[in-house]
């Protein structure tokens, strides 16, 4: 359910997303731009911004990020998500290392958002979890 007060999110985006779209040769950028020019609704959780900072992040990346998605406007990582998240962790059969996706998917999950990642064999398993298509 999605939490009271709070922006409805269609999408929250994954750090394989954010990776993929703000560095290098920031190949999902046209995707992430597109889905902006539509009027999509994005956002970070703060689990994803976690592991965006902590990368090893170029200054013009970060000013990037905070332009498209402000660290102040992040979804939080709440206790009813730390629930959730503890209650899937233990329901997966290989939740070892998977703790952050779990924590995202969590976020997700309680805010009926679909979730965009790269990396979509990471999250199969996560019921009630929806997964961007295409």
Same mark, same amino acid.
């Given at each position: 359910?999605?939490?009271?007060? $709070?922006? =409805? ?5 994954? =750090? ?5 779209? /703000? #560095?290098?040769?920031?190949?999902? *950028? ?7 020019? @539509?009027?999509?609704?994005?956002? /970070?959780? =703060? ?11 170029? $200054? ?6 905070? *332009? ?17 998240? *503890? ?7 290989? $939740?070892? =290392? ?8 969590? #976020? *997700?999950? @309680? ?16 019921? $009630?979890?929806? /997964?961007?298509?295409?």
């Amino acid at each position: 359910m999605a939490a009271r007060g $709070a922006v =409805t999110l269609v999408i929250l985006l994954d =750090t394989s997303f954010i990776i993929d779209s /703000l #560095c290098g040769g920031r190949r999902s *950028a046209p995707a992430l731009f597109r889905a902006l020019d @539509r009027g999509e609704k994005l956002g /970070l959780c =703060t689990v994803a911004l976690y592991e965006w900072l902590r990368g090893p992040r170029l $200054a013009d990346e970060i000013a990037t990020q905070e *332009a498209l998605f402000p660290s102040a406007a992040a979804v939080p990582f709440e206790t009813v998500d730390a629930r959730l998240a *503890a209650e899937l962790y233990r329901s997966l059969k290989r $939740a070892r =290392t998977r703790e952050a996706d779990i924590a995202i998917a969590a #976020c *997700a999950i @309680r805010r009926e958002a679909e979730l965009w990642t790269l990396n979509p064999e990471d999250f199969a398993d996560i019921p $009630a979890l929806r /997964l961007v298509r295409g």
